[in-house]
């Protein structure tokens, strides 16, 4: 059955910093996703990665996607406090049903 | 459109009673999903819909859910006898023939 890890769990950032998150699943997919999620409010679509060595960037996050190692990354560029949230990647399993990981809680620092 | 809605958006029950969500998707989109999702946890598969058709359902689901989409336009999910362990948030999703799926703002559950 596909596992989906994310790393790290939690994250605390300085602003203006780097960092990437990482999202490792166990068996072939060819679809993977990343979400947004503030405190108490649903998840907001952030990309859709649907092929090896997919790349997606929006403001300060970049999304890639490598299909052979099973690893997707979400690199953010010189952090701002409006990202902390939690994210969450999610894979493919199958036709119709998707896998989450457990979510990585980012808190940036003023 | 509005996106996604779910009602009701909290649900205080008694352990043992029936409770009732309802999910109404974007009103193009043909797939419909339930999820659950725990506090620190990552949202949980329960059941997936294609217009009316329930085309799959979690192992872990247990006999006391069932979902229905009638007409492949809004679509229930019911809990009968519920348990403490069933308090978490109920989230929906739907999609139409492409991969990205918007989520509903859930329902939250607590069985006391």
């Known amino acids: 059955e596909l596992k989906v890890e994310q790393n790290p769990l939690f994250l605390s950032m300085q602003e203006g910093k780097n960092y990437t998150i990482y999202c490792n699943y166990s068996?072939?997919?060819?679809?993977l996703y990343w979400y947004r999620q503030d405190p108490g409010k649903s998840l907001e679509s952030l990309f859709v990665?649907?092929?090896?060595?997919a790349v997606k960037q929006e403001g300060r996050l970049m999304a890639s996607l490598d299909t052979k190692a099973r690893l997707s990354t979400l690199h953010i560029t010189a952090a701002v406090h409006d990202l902390s949230a939690t994210y969450f990647c999610?894979?493919?399993?199958?036709?119709?049903?998707?896998?989450f990981g457990t979510g990585t809680r980012l808190k940036v620092l003023a | 459109d509005t996106g996604v809605s779910q009602n009701p958006r909290h649900k205080i029950t008694k352990r043992g009673q029936n409770v009732t969500f309802r999910c109404d998707p974007i009103?193009?989109?043909?797939?419909l999903y339930w999820y659950r999702q725990t506090l620190g946890q990552g949202p949980e598969f329960l059941t997936y819909?294609?217009?009316?058709?329930?085309?799959?359902k979690s192992r872990l689901l247990s006999d006391r859910f069932s979902a229905e989409r009638p007409k492949g336009s809004f679509s229930t999910l019911e809990i009968q006898r519920t348990e403490q362990g069933d308090s978490a948030m109920y989230l929906c999703?739907?999609?139409?023939?492409?991969?990205?799926?918007?989520f509903g703002p859930g329902t939250r559950l607590t069985v006391t």
């Open positions: 999610a894979v493919a399993s199958g036709t119709y049903k998707y896998i």
């Open positions: 819909f294609q217009n009316e058709a329930q085309l799959e």
């Open positions: 990665l649907l092929s090896n060595g």
């Open positions: 068996t072939t997919s060819d679809r």
């Open positions: 999703a739907s999609s139409y023939d492409s991969y990205e799926q918007y």
């Open positions: 009103s193009e989109h043909n797939r």
